[in-house]
């Protein structure tokens, strides 16, 4: 039988109020602002971290440690956050988290030392996290009401606007302190929810075939069966994989063009930035992908693609062969994490999403350090041919998931 799908008013006196709600289109629109403001956000606070550690007199060990800060109010967060988008609906929670978002930016370049730095991230890092679970639950239900596989759009939005959120940081560093420029953001922030959120409140209630309310309606769902909870964990996995290679160029990209290419820093600087544009160019095609090819195809042709151009990537003895490798690379992983999450959420609601965006987030994490030991055990070229290890893994595991994707 079809699935059927239909978004209803949001019921009066909640938190979506009695209007009716909008076309799913629009709806689209608004919940890729969220997207992008995201991202956005994100970066301006990440090009500010050199001049926040000279600002509090961290080293580089104390400032290692206030920064995990972010990374754990985000991992306490999500799975938190599927059971608030169960109670008060995705939409009502990406729109709160929008707003903390907003504040909490501001707040780490008020601090004074790496101990109220790392206090303050994990404010930020809540926030970040929460916004995170409730936007990609939200996306999920969309993509069910629209029926085309358009999860990888969403995600090139939040490519895009932490591009504009970088270079954006870039361009006023020298002009503007960490404080006035995170003030700016928090303002720009707060305007961004204040205009868009209503819309996304007037998202109404997306309902399954089964009838029962989807990821953005105030109602919890019946519990997963045990197959789905399993599938979730492999996508989850599936997201880890992916996520590791982007925490793992983050960090250590620039350095190995540097290092053992002996790129200048402008070049070294480049690395990255072509991995994130390649990236985000290949997430707007990714719709496309999905309907051609089926999610079975686009995972595992994205996973070889990524593990082919992250070993040039690694090993290549000349930096334009590496600099091309970094890019296939950014295409290859560009619709993996997307698809992942997407599908778990379809599987499990905001719990799925949750899981998976934390099993990623976990990759993410995991990556620079296992790189960094393994740089100083063996070399560091070597240590970055584990990205390609993961990703081949990431397209085994997503050609072993083919009879969950129906595709």
């Not at 994205?302 to 003895?317: D, E, R, S, V």
């Amino acid at each position: 039988m079809p699935r059927v799908n239909k978004l209803r008013t949001a019921p009066s006196g909640g938190l979506g109020g009695a209007t009716a709600p909008l076309p799913p289109a629009c709806l689209r629109t608004a919940l890729t602002v969220f997207f992008a403001l995201d991202g956005f956000l994100f970066a301006g606070w990440v090009v500010r971290i050199p001049a926040i550690k000279h600002r509090t007199g961290a080293t580089a060990s104390t400032l290692g440690l206030a920064l995990l800060g972010v990374s754990a109010g985000a991992v306490i967060t999500m799975m938190l956050t599927g059971r608030l988008c169960r109670r008060f609906g995705s939409h009502a929670v990406t729109v709160v988290c929008g707003v903390l978002l907003s504040l909490s930016i501001a707040l780490p370049a008020r601090t004074g030392s790496a101990l109220s730095l790392g206090l303050v991230l994990l404010l930020f890092g809540a926030a970040y996290g929460g916004m995170n679970v409730a936007m990609n639950s939200a996306a999920v239900d969309l993509v069910a009401e629209l029926r085309r596989p358009v999860m990888p759009s969403f995600h090139a939005a939040f490519s895009f606007g932490g591009m504009a959120g970088a270079g954006l940081g870039g361009l006023v560093a020298g002009g503007l302190s960490p404080a006035t420029h995170l003030a700016a953001l928090t303002c720009v922030g707060l305007v961004v929810t204040a205009v868009t959120g209503p819309a996304l409140l007037r998202g109404g209630t997306v309902t399954s075939s089964s009838g029962q309310p989807a990821a953005n309606a105030p109602e919890p769902r019946k519990g997963t069966s045990a197959r789905a909870r399993r599938i979730v964990i492999l996508f989850g996995v599936i997201a880890l994989c992916t996520a590791y290679g982007e925490g793992a160029l983050a960090e250590w990209g620039a350095l190995h063009l540097s290092q053992d290419l002996g790129a200048s820093p402008g070049p070294a600087a480049a690395g990255y930035s072509l991995f994130a544009l390649t990236m985000a160019v290949g997430r707007l095609t990714g719709t496309t992908l999905l309907e051609r090819f089926g999610q079975t195809r686009t995972l595992v042709a994205g996973g070889a693609t990524a593990a082919a151009g992250m070993l040039l990537g690694a090993l290549a003895p000349a930096l334009w062969l590496a600099l091309l490798g970094f890019a296939v690379a950014g295409l290859g992983l560009a619709n993996i994490f997307p698809v992942a999450v997407g599908r778990a959420g379809a599987l499990a609601g905001p719990s799925g999403v949750a899981a998976a965006s934390t099993l990623g987030y976990g990759g993410m994490l995991l990556g620079p350090p296992v790189i960094g030991f393994l740089a100083d055990w063996i070399s560091l070229p070597v240590a970055l041919t584990t990205v390609t290890l993961l990703a081949a893994t990431a397209a085994v595991l997503g050609y072993s998931a083919r009879h969950a994707t129906n595709s």
